[in-house]
């Protein structure tokens, strides 16, 4: 029962729900129509990842695909090498922040963004019912280890930064890699750009030091290290090295929500343009595209990370994201990517040589409130419907749930896409404000 299948991939418990055997048909299933092609490979440091890797070669070599076998890679790493190697789609083996017994596979497009639900369902659909073509001898994929996925991410990432105006303010930084996949290309990104590096839960070898969701209680230790190393700032990945949250130097956890406000200041100051975000995200984004004017309006996206990547190419935004630290260049890689978070961050600092819990405090200030509720399809359907008829006053918006904006705050309702409950999200300026708003709609069940 704990196997999770979503638009963002599979995930479960190893050993329980996750077992070579589905390893293989999901990798066949994702390779089938593949066949004759590359797809590219990469797995996060959990000890699990060593035998699913093998699963899925074997799933993809049978379906006839040729498999670049990238050893431990992130995701935004393996979304690269799609793209470097001219790839029909890649498969990174993580269960992202889920802690270690989980494993998982995201599967990836051509492009190197996430697979739409629609391209999801069809894997699915195809995992479950067929049909496989497995190749016969002469045509089985071959097998080529390629170890450049770091190198290539970085060159990419530096590509979007001012390097001489970062090394010049010669900052000391704590990374904390969680022992994840990031810690070898997050370290070499931050040495590249001048900084003097402390460097946390290193070790690679996917025994998570601390819980690998980056929320402020698990990132405790690396505001003790920021602290304590008199650091100007402090960077969490999550083992996947896809999110990123930051410690200011206070050794305040800012929260994910300021990566992307970060981020867009970053590149909203040299490149004013259109950005994505999706609704459950801040309203920060929205106070920082309007500092900077007409080209900088943010396009609203439903939640799932494919959605952003599809408006950030209608749109031809500058950049998109997502409020749990999911940051998204387009000059660098289509999917979220802490290394282009870190350069964009310290981008902005090079620019604004104050101490960094100032560039912070300059951040339009919210407070959000999550609530999780009960909710099939038929309730939520007319609880969302009630909740239409009392927005009176604000602007609804309904592409995924419904958000609806009022001048002092706004609250999303929308169904999760994995379990039977319904996640409502509120911001408004203070606390009181944003539980009358959850208060507001709750109400209404
Ligand atoms: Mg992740």
């Known amino acids: 029962m704990t196997l999770m299948m979503s638009v963002s991939g599979v995930r479960g418990i190893v050993g329980d729900s996750l077992t070579p055997e589905l390893a293989v048909r999901l990798a066949s299933a994702f390779g089938t129509p593949l066949a004759g092609s590359t797809v590219v490979i990469g797995r996060d440091t959990r000890p699990s990842g060593d035998m699913l890797k093998s699963a899925v070669q074997a799933g993809l070599q049978g379906a006839g695909c040729r498999v670049v076998d990238l050893g431990v890679a992130t995701t935004p790493g393996v979304a690269v090498m799609v793209r470097e190697r001219s790839a029909a789609g890649g498969i990174v083996i993580t269960a992202s922040h889920n802690p270690s017994g989980w494993n998982g596979l995201k599967f990836l497009t051509a492009e190197g963004s996430a697979l739409t639900a629609r391209q999801a369902s069809a894997v699915f659909a195809r995992f479950r019912d067929g049909p496989f073509a497995f190749a016969s001898h002469d045509e089985c994929g071959e097998v080529e280890r390629d170890l450049s996925a770091a190198n290539?991410?970085?060159?990419?990432?530096?590509?979007?930064?001012?390097?001489?105006?970062?090394?010049?303010?010669?900052?000391?930084?704590?990374?904390?890699?969680?022992?994840?996949?990031?810690?070898?290309?997050?370290?070499?990104?931050?040495?590249?750009?001048?900084?003097?590096?402390?460097?946390?839960?290193?070790?690679?070898?996917?025994?998570?030091?601390?819980?690998?969701?980056?929320?402020?209680?698990?990132?405790?230790?690396?505001?003790?290290?920021?602290?304590?190393?008199?650091?100007?700032?402090?960077?969490?990945?999550?083992?996947?090295?896809?999110?990123?949250?930051?410690?200011?130097?206070?050794?305040?956890?800012?929260?994910?929500?300021?990566?992307?406000?970060?981020?867009?200041?970053?590149?909203?100051?040299?490149?004013?343009?259109?950005?994505?975000?999706?609704?459950?995200?801040?309203?920060?984004?929205?106070?920082?595209?309007?500092?900077?004017?007409?080209?900088?309006?943010?396009?609203?996206?439903?939640?799932?990370?494919?959605n952003v990547v599809e408006a950030i190419r209608r749109h031809h935004c500058v950049l998109g994201g997502e409020g749990n630290g999911g940051v998204i260049d387009p000059r660098v890689v289509l999917v979220r990517d802490s290394l282009t978070s870190m350069a964009l961050v310290l981008g902005l600092m090079a620019e604004d040589w104050r101490p960094v819990h100032h560039v912070v405090d300059d951040l339009p200030q919210y407070v959000m409130v999550k609530e999780k509720f009960d909710a099939d399809r038929a309730g939520l359907g007319a609880w969302l419907e009630r909740v239409r008829m009392s927005?009176?006053?604000?602007?609804?918006?309904?592409?995924?749930?419904?958000?609806?904006?009022?001048?002092?705050?706004?609250?999303?309702?929308?169904?999760?896409?994995?379990?039977?409950?319904?996640?409502?999200?509120?911001?408004?300026?203070?606390?009181?404000?944003?539980?009358?708003?959850?208060e507001r709609v709750t109400q209404l069940r």
């Open 391 to 438: 927005a009176e006053g604000g602007s609804i918006n309904d592409m995924d749930g419904l958000r609806i904006d009022w001048p002092e705050g706004w609250v999303h309702v929308r169904g999760s896409n994995t379990e039977p409950v319904a996640r409502v999200i509120a911001e408004a300026a203070d606390d009181r404000t944003a539980r009358a708003l959850i």
């Open 152 to 306: 290539r991410h970085i060159v990419r990432v530096m590509q979007i930064v001012d390097a001489a105006a970062v090394r010049r303010r010669q900052l000391n930084v704590v990374l904390d890699s969680i022992n994840g996949a990031g810690g070898a290309s997050g370290r070499m990104l931050l040495e590249h750009l001048g900084c003097q590096v402390t460097h946390i839960n290193a070790d690679a070898g996917g025994r998570f030091a601390h819980g690998p969701e980056p929320t402020a209680e698990n990132l405790a230790g690396l505001g003790a290290a920021v602290r304590d190393n008199g650091a100007d700032v402090g960077f969490a990945q999550d083992p996947d090295a896809d999110r990123l949250a930051i410690v200011d130097d206070k050794g305040r956890y800012i929260g994910e929500e300021c990566t992307l406000a970060l981020a867009a200041r970053s590149v909203l100051s040299k490149t004013p343009g259109p950005v994505a975000a999706n609704l459950s995200t801040s309203r920060m984004i929205d106070d920082i595209a309007r500092q900077f004017g007409a080209p900088a309006v943010v396009h609203r996206t439903a939640v799932g990370e494919a």
